[in-house]
């Protein structure tokens, strides 16, 4: 009875044993993967921010060279 009782406590253990070193590993996973996230979403933020100044930037050179010519304009007519 002995045997039967020490063979079914070491049995618990070596599988509680492999259930902590299950734990780990899908913690090190949910890490891993948690990173990756926030990489892709950081990633993303820049891309997106680049955009916005890309057409943000033309459409600011597109209304300074309107209002230079308005400038011009109005100059040319005063002259004459």
Do not use: F, P, R, Y
């Not at 949910?30 to 100044?53: N, V």
């Amino acid at each position: 009875m002995k045997v039967k009782a020490t063979a079914l406590l070491i049995t618990s253990l070596l599988v509680l044993a492999g259930c902590d070193q299950a734990e780990k590993s899908a913690q090190q996973l949910m890490g891993k993967a948690a990173e990756s996230a926030k990489q892709a979403i950081d990633d993303t933020h820049k891309a997106a921010e680049q955009a916005l100044s890309d057409a943000t930037g033309s459409l600011i050179s597109k209304k300074e060279s309107t209002e230079k010519d308005a400038e011009k304009t109005e100059s040319s007519s005063q002259e004459i």
